[in-house]
DNA sequence: GTAAAAATCCGTGAAAATACTGACGTGCAC
DNA sequence: GTGCACGTCAGTATTTTCACGGATTTTTAC
């Protein structure tokens, strides 16, 4: 009874890399690479695996989106991210929506084979840092950055350098308008001035980098 | 007679990636793996690899630094770099500074081996996006980002959400000085607005992101 | 059908950033 | 010994952002 495993990364090496490494385990079948959410979402439809292995930041949707497509309409597949970040804000999305586990890029090659294995049995696995991040967002109380479509909206056009009178004529809204979901922007990713708000992006996969 | 390669990248995974891509080949031998830029420069006093494969972003310096580096202590080692930019300016830098090749990592899987190839017998090898970034920069006459000490000193500050004022305090300057230096990312970074310098310091790799 | 959340809008005022133009000293290279 | 890059500073003016403290309407959820 094997781990039947999907792998979605948009650097094809990481794929091969991934599998390399999952290779070595007689229990684990990877059964697909994809490199796109789209495709991985179609992919999921007609395959059936028991994992999905997946990059946070995947071009076109947010590792957040496609784990809420995932969990919407295949319940049964286990979702493990694989992520560079470990911002509070960022984890604590994952775990809020559902995944399964969580671990660093950087400590992938040790750890992704022990965290299939305990996802496999139903069970959760989060890289140490992950953990300290989610009991650090949970002691401050300060992990809400949700934001609403509209904001995220603004804060995209914010990162293409459109001032907020451009980005009210964009959106054929008042200036005042876009003033407001600034400052709940700034309030809600606890910025300062514009420079967190593009942080904020960078760092939470709002843009693809 | 095979090429040595040593792999410098800080995601473990990465590096058994790439690995697991170059056993394919007989002709290479991968003599190292290092995961931070600094354990890469003692490694190249003692081992003596053919070719470097470097990330573009490491943690504690940037490639382009880690690359003159090799170049002016280990001037017959060539260096590859792996990275997930293909901007222009960055490209250029590493073209200058005397990379040896330049691949993107979401085509390493396929190029990679290439591109060793091609290295090993003395040629460079970039990939099409990368060339395509070359000329456009040639072009465009665009491409000059040499950000000074200071400037690249007072963008790291604004990144921190800092006002020019606070910099100025900071680095105990006239708020001036520090507009001026403002004035001059700008133009440099052919940017519009803060939002610019903050989004050139995270694909630059100034930021350690 | 009602309560909550989201999106829309407004005024005032201060702070910060950008545009424009110009200048001065220092050190380094050719 | 003369450019030239770099870092430093100034004045003036305008635009943009941010901080208050509201308000209304639309949408969503139960």
């Not at 586990?101 to 090659?109: E, P, R, T, V």
Request: proline letters at 2%; hydrophobic letters at 40%.
């Amino acid at each position: 009874m094997k781990a039947r495993i999907l792998i979605a990364d948009d650097h094809e090496i990481m794929l091969d890399g991934i599998e390399a490494l999952l290779a070595q385990n007689e229990d684990i079948e990877v059964v697909g690479k994809v490199s796109d959410a789209c495709y991985c979402l179609s992919y999921l439809c007609t395959q059936k695996p028991d994992i999905l292995i997946t990059d946070y930041n995947m071009p076109g949707m947010t590792g957040l989106q496609l784990l809420k497509e995932v969990k919407q309409n295949h319940p049964a597949v286990k979702v493990l991210f694989l992520s560079m970040h470990d911002e509070s804000n960022i984890v604590q999305d994952a775990v809020m929506a559902g995944a399964d586990g969580y671990i660093l890029k950087k400590y992938a090659a040790r750890e992704i084979m022990r965290a299939i294995t305990i996802i496999a049995e139903g069970g959760q696995y989060w890289s140490p840092e992950v953990s300290k991040a989610l009991t650090r967002g949970m002691v401050k109380e300060e992990a809400e950055p949700d934001l609403t479509g509209r904001e995220i909206e603004i804060l995209k056009l914010l990162v293409r350098e459109l001032t907020s009178k451009e980005i009210a004529e964009t959106l054929f809204v008042s200036e005042r308008t876009v003033e407001t979901h600034r400052k709940n922007l700034l309030r809600k990713t606890n910025s300062k001035n514009t420079v967190g708000l593009v942080k904020y992006a960078y760092t939470s996969g709002i843009v693809v980098d």
